[in-house]
């Protein structure tokens, strides 16, 4: 302190919030380090910190200026992890450039308002002020309130992040993908605490908040070394079920060539004619692979008839078609087949995708139909499961409903031992989408103790085991089939019988502890 200058003065400039240039730059710096993993699976370890330069900007900021930082910064994050939503607009789905780029900025915008009201929060309820579990605890319940609750198309979370790891992420049996969020976020407090920038924190308790992150890691660490060898246990003893998936790499231009669709048809019945030899029990083709349309009430599937020793059934990929009542339904769907071609089940997809497979409010603004002319017009599925003959209940999820927790979490609880996603990544082009789709699914497997098995048209294709573990993988864009044992099996855990408890007691905490405390410091006030 300079001698003219005061004591009072000197606190009152600490206290002065950082330039709105430097706190945007700093959030800007934090989104990058939570969208770093996207493009590179590696950089998993940035997100332990990702969230301390967002921490310091929030320092002494007004709850406005907050908003404004966090909404900027999941506005980023948005825009440069998921900017393939544009070339797949423009290219697949024939909407002009500058109205797809309106929309990729709206959606972002929309995206934004999550962590603006995170950081909004945080200023509201004073998260950095009061006793060391306050301000340690009310950070990542209050992330992961806003992770549960806001409705997103690709809920990239920072959990997901962790897949390469595989002794913290067993955690998600307990508490879904939230719990490894909230030991990040926590992970982030703590460093943040012991940054030397004012306002430090009393030695005490960055010190407690310290040890508090090391014991959670080490709890969590310790869990995943008690869990893994018993589910790897009871995958050992469980019996064996052979699986051919096609991967037949159809261009989507050349999957909406109407000549072309018996070609279509004999390549991917040549491909399974292929795998033969080493005796699957079940074939599967991706997400509307089958080229013709099959009306619901078709007892039989049209397939080339094989001369071999093995005979199995078919998971096969279809639109489906309802004429009979007062309007033409469609349905996105997945036909069990058996052997001799009779059609033993079927799944409808249930979550269609907005501005893919329907357009929002179309019912009531028509016009909005004349945004694109390839964007479906589907009707939504009841779900339910598909069962083998003498074998396993297999939960089909169809696109993008692998990256819904509450659907695989469904399957299991309908008596799903094994998941089955099909899917046509081809919509991506060559982006950076078929691996951030991978990782968001991945982690239904580890949820709910069961494989994952995703069979995708162009890639990625892969096996995905109930440790969260890819036991193999076809690469995108090559056109190739892959014949894996997997061990289907039951084994209850907390998350399917539960679902998001974690979630919602950070729900509630984030919400009820700082009126708590208010109260609390009232009473003591009047006392």
Same mark, same amino acid.
């Given at each position: ?12 400039? *600490? ?11 700093? *959030? *800007?710096? %934090? ?5 770093? +993993? ?28 907050? @908003? ?10 948005? #825009?440069? *992890? ?7 607009? !423009? &290219? ?25 009201? @995170? ?8 998260? /950095? ?17 806003? /992770?549960?609750?806001?409705?997103? !198309? ?5 959990? !997901?992040?962790?897949?390469? !790891? ?19 976020? %926590? ?13 430090? +924190? ?17 709890l969590t660490l310790a869990y995943g070394a008690w869990r893994t060898p018993h589910v790897r246990q009871a995958m050992q003893q469980a019996p064996a079920l052979r699986l051919a998936l096609i991967q037949p790499n159809i261009g989507i231009d050349e999957k909406g060539d109407r000549d072309s669709r018996d070609a279509h048809l004999y390549l991917q019945a040549e491909m399974s004619q292929a795998t033969l030899k080493q005796q699957p029990d079940l074939i599967i083709w991706p997400e509307t692979m089958y080229p013709y349309a099959i009306p619901v009430q078709a007892d039989r599937l049209v397939l080339p008839q094989f001369d071999a020793s093995s005979q199995p059934h078919w998971l096969i990929g279809a639109l489906a078609y309802n004429a009979e009542g007062p309007q033409l339904q469609r349905f996105n769907s997945a036909f069990l087949v058996s052997p001799d071609t009779m059609i033993l089940g079927?799944? /409808? ?15 009531? @603004?028509?016009?909005? &139909? ?45 008596? %799903? ?9 081809? #919509? ?48 995108? /864009? ?23 408890? @974690? ?12 009126? #708590? ?11």
């Amino acid at each position: 302190m300079l001698p003219s200058e005061s004591p009072k003065v000197a606190k009152s400039a *600490a206290q002065q919030p950082l330039s709105l240039r430097i706190g945007l730059l700093l *959030a *800007a710096l %934090a989104a990058l380090c939570i969208a770093a +993993p996207s493009f590179q699976e590696s950089l998993w370890p940035l997100t332990w910190v990702a969230l301390v330069p967002l921490f310091v900007a929030l320092r002494h900021s007004s709850a406005k200026r907050a @908003f404004l930082l966090g909404w900027w910064m999941e506005t980023l994050i948005t #825009w440069v *992890a998921f900017h393939w939503l544009v070339g797949t607009m !423009v &290219r697949f789905g024939y909407i002009p450039v500058p109205l797809s780029l309106m929309f990729f900025g709206i959606i972002g915008i929309g995206n934004g308002l999550r962590l603006g009201l @995170f950081t909004w929060w945080l200023r509201i309820i004073a998260a /950095d002020a009061g006793p060391w579990w306050y301000r340690f605890l009310l950070p990542p319940c209050a992330y992961v309130m806003l /992770d549960y609750l806001y409705p997103r !198309v690709f809920p990239w979370g920072l959990g !997901v992040t962790q897949l390469g !790891v595989p002794s913290l992420i067993q955690i998600a049996d307990l508490t879904g993908v939230h719990g490894i969020t909230f030991l990040l976020v %926590a992970g982030s407090v703590a460093v943040s605490a012991f940054l030397p920038l004012p306002p430090t +924190p009393p030695v005490p308790t960055r010190w407690r908040m310290g040890l508090a992150i090391v014991l959670l890691l080490g709890l969590t660490l310790a869990y995943g070394a008690w869990r893994t060898p018993h589910v790897r246990q009871a995958m050992q003893q469980a019996p064996a079920l052979r699986l051919a998936l096609i991967q037949p790499n159809i261009g989507i231009d050349e999957k909406g060539d109407r000549d072309s669709r018996d070609a279509h048809l004999y390549l991917q019945a040549e491909m399974s004619q292929a795998t033969l030899k080493q005796q699957p029990d079940l074939i599967i083709w991706p997400e509307t692979m089958y080229p013709y349309a099959i009306p619901v009430q078709a007892d039989r599937l049209v397939l080339p008839q094989f001369d071999a020793s093995s005979q199995p059934h078919w998971l096969i990929g279809a639109l489906a078609y309802n004429a009979e009542g007062p309007q033409l339904q469609r349905f996105n769907s997945a036909f069990l087949v058996s052997p001799d071609t009779m059609i033993l089940g079927r799944y /409808d997809k249930q979550r269609l995708l907005a501005f893919g497979e329907y357009i929002p409010l179309q019912r009531y @603004f028509p016009f909005l &139909r004349n945004i694109s002319p390839t964007i479906g017009n589907l009707t939504p599925g009841a779900g339910g499961l598909v069962t083998l003959p003498n074998g396993p209940a297999i939960g089909p999820l169809v696109c993008y409903e692998d990256i819904l927790p509450e659907l695989g979490r469904q399957a299991v609880q309908q008596g %799903a031992t094994v998941l089955v996603n099909l899917t046509n990544n081809a #919509w991506f082009g060559q982006s950076r989408a078929p691996y951030q789709h991978r990782l968001l699914a991945a982690f239904r497997a580890i949820e709910n103790r069961v494989y994952l098995v995703r069979v995708t048209n162009t890639g990625l294709t892969s096996i995905i085991d109930p440790l969260g573990h890819e036991q193999a993988l076809l690469p995108t /864009d090559e056109q190739e089939s892959l014949v894996h044992t997997i061990q289907p099996l039951r084994l209850s855990t907390f998350y399917t019988r539960f679902g998001d408890v @974690f979630a919602q007691l950070c729900t509630l905490t984030a919400l009820l502890l700082p009126l #708590w405390r208010k109260c609390f410091q009232s009473f003591n006030q009047a006392g």
